[in-house]
């Protein structure tokens, strides 16, 4: 596809202007053509336009007619090994929206965009994705969303086209996918958190299903039965393509954005020494489902704690090492559409008042059997200002509850002093924050 198919968009804070108007031709879906000068309500037509093609029947369509994917990614910095990515992902789908951070991305990057994408629409960065997400899946005009990063590719099982079946079933509205964070030295990371490092990733295009995250690093949140397409994968090429120093200064600009949820340890991963597997590593393996359990499974379940550091430095990320017991009729994994992961609680030890509620989420995969007991590893990151605190272990069922609220013997509490500063904020001793309380929600 050259540069002249392709349809492009600025936009601005206030109004969405149209540059020009081109045909889009995408493998399955009818060209259409845009007109209007508010891109909001321009997509708006053109989703009904198209819906109004498909006709009158479109609940019996939608069950026989193959389904239609669009791909969408926001960048300001596409090269060309990165733009051969995302065109062989254009190969893979219907349409390819390539959104541009006119504040940020050169000319090469421009340039790459219009060679391979559907649609080109520049707008303005924010700083973070998750600010563009609406707009971004506003912009798609197919049955499906697929959304990826600008250091992301998809992995050769995609190109099998089985994963495409799935979207038949009328009873998912999104599926997550494993993502694996490729190693500088080769290879990728092995070990919880980085793998399998689960992203909700292809959603039905329905906004009236999605909720989308407010900050960097959030989760979208989507209504209806999930699946988890543990076939296929999304391969994160940051670790490779970005050197410490500039991974150091990523995770300050995320702490900056959203304070102590940087997520610093994905990124400066030298620190932990993870271990490593090949990327021909066979991890082909379909995590079987989680469903909610009820109180009486809950209390079927315990934790054991069998190793926590009594002290750590103020920031850092650490595991610990726990005995899971699972005494239900039931596997516990990380399966939709309710995945159980290992989380944690921080309190203040003099006061008891909650210090951090939701810890990073650890999953819990492979699956623990019925009946069976495993040791399993915990990520935990320490609270930023140093002190004696309660580190709280526990179980989580997204959507669900905290095993805790049924069963408050799995708690596991253990005293942990935390001291030194946080090496992260070490250069931003400038910036006073406060973080606001938070309360307990169901699963979160």
Known sequence: MCADDTCVYACSVEQCVVRSTICIDSHQLAPLRIES???????????????????????????????????????????????????????????????????RASAESHAHAHRIATCVIETEGKGFIEAHLEEMFRACRSDWILRLDSDESLGAAWASGEWREQLQN????????????????????????????????????????????AWPH???????????????????????QASRAEREAKVERYEQLRPGGSLSFYYLFEDYSPPTLPLAADLKKQEPPMQALAD????????????????VNAGESFWTALRLTNNTSKALCSGSPAPVHLAYHWRDQASQALVTFDGVRTVVDPAVGAGAREYRFAIVTAPEAPG?????????????????????SVLCSRNVSVSGTPPLLQRMRSTSRCKPARSKTNGG
């Open 37 to 103: 000068r508010d891109l909001h309500k321009g997509m708006s037509e053109h989703k009904a336009t198209l819906k109004s093609e498909r006709g009158a029947g479109e609940q019996r369509v939608r069950r026989s007619r193959p389904q239609t994917v669009s791909c969408v990614l926001l960048t300001d910095g596409l090269t060309r090994e990165s733009a051969e990515w995302f065109a062989a992902a254009r190969q893979l789908c219907d349409e390819l929206v390539v959104f541009i951070d006119t504040k």
């Open 170 to 213: 009328d009873e998912f509205t999104h599926f997550t996918l494993p993502r694996r964070w490729l190693h500088p030295g080769g290879g990728f990371i092995a070990n919880a958190p980085w793998w399998p490092d689960l992203q909700v990733r292809l959603i039905r295009n329905d906004p009236q299903l999605i909720k989308f995250p």
């Open 218 to 240: 959030g989760v979208t949140h989507v209504r209806g039965r999930g699946g988890n397409l543990a076939s296929v994968r999304i391969d994160h090429h940051v670790l490779c």
């Open 296 to 311: 009486r499974e809950v209390k079927s379940v315990s934790l054991t704690v069998s190793m926590v550091p009594e002290q």
């Open 388 to 408: 004696a605190y309660i580190l709280d272990l526990t179980l989580v069922q997204a959507g669900v509850r905290w095993f805790e609220d049924a069963n408050p």
